[in-house]
């Protein structure tokens, strides 16, 4: 957001094809002549990764809702015609901002990989084992690397399936109570799962170009439904890694919830006991 207060950043970015809109189809379009483009991209940045073996260099695209950033933009023009004093109000603002990291020629690849990823503090920076979610990440990573190519989305606003961070703190404490992790939403009055996938999906689309085959890695049914409502065809491919006794019942109410998640898979692991499971310990 602070790139604006300075004008002539938003023109460099706009000649160097590095700001790009989306409309509601996922097509690139300009702001000025569009009465209201849907997403703002900028991008790529250069992003080297660190993965065994190597340091493959990723591109990565960070995008927000172009109402939010219009927002923005209406605040930074106060910031400049006040001064200082505004800038608290610049501060207080905030945006959901999602990325994308796209990994070798991913618009003409056959059927590249895509993972669309929902943020998850405590497993994909914590490592936490009650989820699957960081080894999800990671494998993705993994496998687009070992392909040559393919998109890693990642949805910032997807905290606890919607919730936030807050509210997911106090529905893991209702979990160690007894209840599922879809229980535990509705107990608080929130929706089991208020995530939403058509910008990821938009996002996709643009990145495919006239290209429309890509291979899903997940076992989220909502995923794959998005991204075909924006025209891609879709192979999905169940990604089981990341189980834990400290997860177990997480991921059979995910199952039990239409995920593709192979019961086999859930049957190898014992849940944890009330003596090992101790998230306040150790």
């Keep these: 957001m602070f790139s604006y207060v300075d004008p002539t950043v938003k023109r460099d970015l706009l000649r160097e094809g590095k700001l790009i809109f989306l409309d509601e189809y ?11 483009p849907l997403i703002s991209m900028v991008g790529p940045v250069p992003l080297p990764v660190s993965l065994c073996p190597g340091e ?23 910031v400049r015609l006040e ?10 603002e905030s945006m959901a901002v999602n990325s994308v ?16 990823h929902s943020n998850c503090l405590t497993g994909d920076v914590f490592g936490s084992m009650r989820c699957d979610c960081g080894p999800q990440l990671q494998h993705a990573l993994e496998r ?40 535990a939403n509705e107990k608080l009055g929130l ?13 996709v689309r643009y990145f495919r170009g006239a290209n429309d085959d890509i291979r899903l890695l ?15 065809r879709v192979t999905q ?29 859930l049957d190898s692991i014992a849940p944890a006991s009330a003596a090992d499971d101790d998230v306040h310990g150790t």
């Design 83 to 92: 001064g200082p004093r505004m800038l608290f109000a610049l501060l207080s």
């Design 218 to 232: 997940g076992n989220n049914p909502m995923k794959r439904e998005a991204l075909e409502a924006v025209g891609l």
């Design 101 to 116: 990291l796209l990994f070798g020629d991913f618009e003409h690849a056959r059927a590249p990989l895509v993972r669309v």
């Design 237 to 265: 491919e169940p990604q089981v890694v990341g189980l834990t006794r400290f997860n177990i019942r997480y991921l059979t109410s995910k199952q039990q919830k239409g995920h593709i998640i192979p019961k086999d898979a």
């Design 191 to 203: 929706p089991a799962d208020s995530r939403d996938f058509h910008d990821a999906a938009l996002v």
């Design 26 to 36: 996922g097509r690139e379009c300009a702001d000025h002549k569009h009465p209201n």
């Design 144 to 183: 687009i690397h070992n392909e040559g190519a393919g998109a890693l989305v990642y949805m910032a606003g997807h905290e606890g399936r919607g919730i936030g961070l807050w509210a997911k703190a106090i529905t893991y404490l209702l979990q160690d109570a007894g209840q599922d992790t879809y229980q």
């Design 56 to 78: 493959p260099r990723f591109h990565w695209y960070a995008w927000v809702k172009h109402s939010d950033l219009h927002r923005i933009e209406q605040v930074v023009e106060q």
